[in-house]
């Protein structure tokens, strides 16, 4: 596998901001020695990224200033950084923890070989190195740290979700009630106020490192969950420009009151 520092990317503005902005699944990477695992063709992988990537995400997050961020360019396909590398993780009830064997329909899609698994591991675990080195950085700079973790999520319901069938709403804002203050859900519903939203449904919490989660309430966080109606068409993916460039501006507007 390319050294990790190849696939992901850190801005480290610690020095001059408390704010750290993630977009972990925006990737679509795969290296080509990692495809004998996955037991679907590479059309059938490719659809699965089209259902399941956070659909430019890395592109909003690198366009915002005055923060940090970490952006990563492998795909969920591969390995999943957001995932507990343990059994906490609700996910491994569907085979999508920290490396996925199944896919949006429930289908089997890959078995991971030893050497595949030792080898992702790794970048799971240098990627979650790196992104807890930014927040004590953060920390010892600010005495705190905020993470806004940008996602998106289909109009329509996948198989796959564990907590469907609520409302989808143009904007979910997911977090955890030891990490998000009600300011700070605030700040969010008002920067994001040309938005419908609705809190924790379909997805719930906010990434934290797991050296800080739930022990460190110096650590803020916050996931946008955002519907892709909202600044793409979702059938070929392309980009609405003007959608898009709302979100930037909304995201934009709430580093500057988080800074």
Do not use: W
Not at 151 to 173: F, N
Request: charge should be negative.
């Amino acid at each position: 596998m390319p050294p990790p520092t190849t696939l992901f990317q850190v801005i480290d503005n610690s020095a001059g901001t408390p704010v750290i902005l993630h977009a972990p699944h925006g990737g679509r990477i795969i290296p080509p020695e990692r495809l004998g695992s996955y037991l679907i063709s590479l059309p059938e992988l490719e659809a699965e990224k089209d259902a399941m990537t956070d659909h430019h995400t890395n592109t909003l997050v690198a366009a915002i200033t005055g923060a940090s961020a970490v952006i990563n360019s492998m795909s969920r396909f591969a390995v999943d950084v957001e995932r507990f590398p343990d059994e906490t993780e609700e996910m491994n009830e569907v085979g999508m923890g920290v490396l996925y064997t199944h896919g949006s329909r429930g289908q089997e899609i890959r078995r991971v070989s030893a050497a595949d698994q030792a080898s992702l591991l790794e970048y799971f675990a240098g990627y979650s190195r790196r992104f807890t080195d930014l927040v004590d950085a953060t920390l010892a700079q600010h005495g705190r740290a905020v993470i806004i973790d940008v996602h998106s999520y289909p109009r329509r319901e996948l198989p796959y979700e564990l907590h469907g069938g609520g409302a989808r709403a143009p904007l979910c804002i997911g977090s955890d009630p030891f990490h998000a203050s009600a300011s700070l859900l605030q700040a969010v519903t008002e920067s994001f106020a040309g938005l419908e939203s609705a809190a924790n449904t379909p997805f719930t919490g906010a990434y934290v490192p797991l050296k800080h989660y739930r022990t460190d309430a110096r650590v803020s966080s916050v996931m946008l969950e955002i519907r892709r109606d909202v600044y793409l068409d979702e059938a070929t993916i392309a980009i609405d420009e003007a959608g898009f460039l709302g979100l930037q501006q909304s995201l934009q507007r709430l580093v500057d009151r988080l800074a």
